[in-house]
């Protein structure tokens, strides 16, 4: 009796434990030998139904012209993904951000390389697209200048870099 007993407890934490959701997916960048991990500034299931936001960017040193590399969980690489990328110039002139998209549902990595060596890179997104896309009032999908329907962002994470004198 007393074995079907624990048997029972230890069946219905199993059961207990199944149901709870699992956490958002972190982030992990890396840049000149340190390494900082993210957790989402914002998340959603993938259908856009319930979101939670509140957390904070992942900070890390850079010096010019050296690259960050990016490093996301499968839950993240087998859904559209992309980073976003914003520095300046050697003349302290903020540049407009670059955008690469991820699509093909196997990059696990990523890694940013300033275009000049005097570039320094000041903040890093990774944004992750839901299942669910943008609509009007009509409920028709908006598209983007392709003819695709516009998808929606359900997971932003982001780096803020503390840059670094060469």
Not at 88 to 94: K, M, Q, R, S
């Amino acid at each position: 009796m007393r074995r079907a007993l624990m048997a029972l407890l230890a069946g219905g934490a199993v059961t207990l434990a199944g149901c709870s959701a699992a956490p958002p997916p972190e982030i992990t960048f890396f840049a000149d030998g340190e390494a900082a991990t993210a957790v989402p500034l914002m998340y959603c299931d993938a259908l856009m139904r319930s979101c939670e936001q509140g957390g904070d960017a992942a900070t890390l040193k850079v010096r010019p012209g050296k690259p960050v590399q990016i490093s996301v969980p499968t839950a993240i690489a087998e859904t559209p993904w992309l980073v976003n990328v914003q520095y300046v110039n050697a003349d302290g002139e903020v540049q407009p951000v670059k955008q690469e998209v991820f699509t093909t549902g196997d990059r696990l990595a990523y890694t940013i390389t300033p275009d000049s060596p005097d570039d320094q890179l000041i903040v890093v997104e990774i944004q992750q697209l839901s299942g669910a896309y943008a609509a009007n009032q009509q409920d028709e999908p908006l598209l983007d200048e392709s003819g695709q329907p516009q998808l929606v962002v359900r997971g932003v994470w982001s780096l803020q870099i503390d840059p670094v004198a060469a």
